[in-house]
């Protein structure tokens, strides 16, 4: 039988939570912001289910489903997913989300021995460049044959 050596077994695992686009709420000292966002991804990565997450950013179970439900939460819906190990879901980008990607990037969760030490804002250019391409297409004139 071969066994891991002793010291792979108290290694942390690697947590690694996908980029994704905050859910656009209004803007509230006390609510969901972006940094609280990434902050409850990152709490939910490292385990202990919603609850605990909802309560280490200092919100609740409840805010968190509603804030999931919210029109533009597809991406945190996402990445919620991808984190707590659900199959993914084959989802489009709407253009709404295109253009807000764009414009604002994503935020990247940083974790380091299993903490959440940093949440980086990430330009997506793949958006950038497909909002550009949709414009470029809406400004074309009409071309006999084409």
């Not at 980029?19 to 202990?48: H, I, M, N, S, Y």
């Amino acid at each position: 039988m071969n066994q891991p050596p002793p010291r792979a077994l108290n290694r942390p695992r690697h947590i690694r939570v996908p980029a994704f686009a905050p859910v656009p709420v209004r803007p509230r000292k006390d609510g969901w912001t972006p940094a609280r966002q990434a902050a409850f991804l990152a709490a939910l990565a490292q385990g202990g289910g919603v609850e605990a997450a909802a309560l280490r950013v200092g919100l609740s179970r409840e805010s968190a489903y509603r804030l999931r439900r919210k029109p533009g939460a597809g991406s945190f819906a996402a990445a919620w997913d991808k984190v707590t190990g659900k199959p993914p879901e084959k989802r489009k980008v709407t253009p709404e989300e295109r253009a807000v990607r764009a414009r604002f990037g994503l935020l990247k969760v940083r974790i380091y021995r299993g903490r959440h030490i940093a949440t980086e804002l990430k330009p997506d250019n793949r958006a950038l460049l497909s909002l550009l391409a949709q414009i470029d297409r809406a400004a074309e004139p009409d071309r006999p044959g084409a």
